[in-house]
C-alpha cells in the first residue's frame, strides 16, 4: 500500500503490513472488498461530503493505476525484479570435481512440506488460527535462528489456493533439510513438541482446522532445478553450510553449466543423456 495513504490515515503501521498482507487479503471475496468499499464510500460521504470521499477515491485509484503504467512503460523501476536474476540458474550445493566443474545434485536433501488450513468462514480469525500461527512462527524463528545446527537449509512460503467450492486457502512452507537424521532431531525439539502437544490437547476442540506434512528423503543424483528470470526461491534461496560457520548460496550460474537435466543431475551415464528432454536445447 502506498506510504503516503498511511501518513494521510495517521494509521499505525501494523494495519497497513495486516491489510498488505497476502493471507489477509485472501480472507474475503473480491465481490465482498468491493462492497466494503461502497460503504466505506458512503460512510466518508456523511462524514465529509460525497464529492470529497469521492476525490479521496479517485485520487488514490488514480496514483495507483498511475504508478502501474509508469512501471509497465518502464519509468519506474519495477520493485517485483529487484531480487530476480536476469537469466538462467541452477541449485546446487557447490561441491567441484578436479576439473573445477559444479557436480550436479552431488548431496542428498530432504524436503519437507508442511501446510495448514482453516476451514471457517472466519477464515484467519476462527478460533485456534492464533494458538496455531504462533506455533508455526515460532517453530520458523527456531529452525531460522539455528540453521546450521538444524541441518536446515531454508524453505520458501506459500500459499495455496483454495479448492474449488471453498473460501480458504491452505497456508505452508517447503522446507530443505540436508538429511533425514535433522528433521527428525527438529521434530524431537523442544519448539516442535511444544506445539505438538498443544496441537495433540487442542486440535479436537477445532474441527475447522487442518494441518499436514509430507516428506521426501531424496538421495543424491535424482534431483535438479532450473530457474530462468527468477528470484532464488525453494531450493535455490538455501544456503550450504560451509567451513567456520560461512554458508554459500545455492544458486549457480545455469548458462554454460547445467543446461541440461542430466548435467543437473550430475548423472553422466549416456542413457541419462540420451533421454534428457527438460529444458535442454
Ligand atoms: C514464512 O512465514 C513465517 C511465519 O509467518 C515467517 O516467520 C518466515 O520468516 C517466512 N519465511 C520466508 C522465507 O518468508
Ligand atoms: C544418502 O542417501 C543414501 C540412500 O538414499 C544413503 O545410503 C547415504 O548414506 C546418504 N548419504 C548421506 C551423506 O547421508
Not at 79 to 98: K, V
Request: aromatic share 8%; net charge positive.
Amino acid at each position: 500500500m502506498a506510504p503516503n495513504l498511511r501518513k494521510l490515515t495517521r494509521a499505525p503501521k501494523f494495519i497497513y503490513k495486516l491489510l498488505d498482507s497476502h493471507v489477509f487479503r485472501s480472507q474475503a471475496r473480491t465481490t465482498t472488498w468491493m462492497l466494503l468499499g461502497g460503504c466505506l464510500h458512503l460512510l466518508l460521504s456523511t462524514l465529509l461530503t460525497p464529492r470529497l470521499s469521492a476525490f479521496l477515491f479517485l485520487i488514490l485509484l488514480g496514483g495507483r493505476l498511475l504508478k502501474n503504467h509508469l512501471i509497465a512503460t518502464k519509468h519506474l523501476r519495477n520493485p517485483e525484479l529487484d531480487a530476480a536474476i536476469p537469466h538462467r540458474f541452477a541449485a546446487s550445493f557447490q561441491d567441484r570435481d578436479a576439473s573445477g566443474a559444479v557436480i550436479g545434485a552431488s548431496r542428498n536433501v530432504t524436503v519437507l512440506i508442511l501446510g495448514a488450513k482453516s476451514s471457517h468462514p472466519l477464515g484467519v480469525f476462527a478460533p485456534g488460527v492464533k494458538e496455531l500461527g504462533a506455533f508455526m512462527g515460532e517453530m520458523m524463528r527456531d529452525l531460522n535462528t539455528r540453521s546450521a545446527e538444524l541441518g536446515y537449509l531454508g524453505g520458501t512460503n506459500f500459499t495455496g489456493a483454495p479448492n474449488s467450492g471453498d473460501e480458504n486457502a491452505q497456508v505452508g512452507i517447503i522446507g530443505y533439510f540436508k538429511d533425514m537424521e535433522s528433521l527428525h532431531a527438529f521434530a524431537h525439539s523442544e519448539v516442535h513438541r511444544k506445539g505438538w502437544g498443544w496441537w495433540n490437547k487442542n486440535g479436537k476442540q477445532y474441527p475447522h482446522l487442518g494441518i499436514y506434512h509430507e516428506a521426501y528423503d531424496v538421495p543424491a543424483h535424482s534431483w535438479e532445478a532450473i530457474y530462468i528470470q527468477m528470484a532464488p526461491t525453494g531450493l535455490s534461496a538455501c544456503t550450504v553450510p560451509g567451513k567456520e560457520g560461512v554458508s554459500m548460496d545455492m544458486v549457480t550460474d545455469a548458462r554454460k553449466w547445467g543446461r541440461t537435466s542430466a548435467q543437473r543431475m550430475g548423472r553422466t551415464d549416456s542413457a541419462a543423456v540420451k533421454t534428457d528432454m527438460l529444458y535442454s536445447e
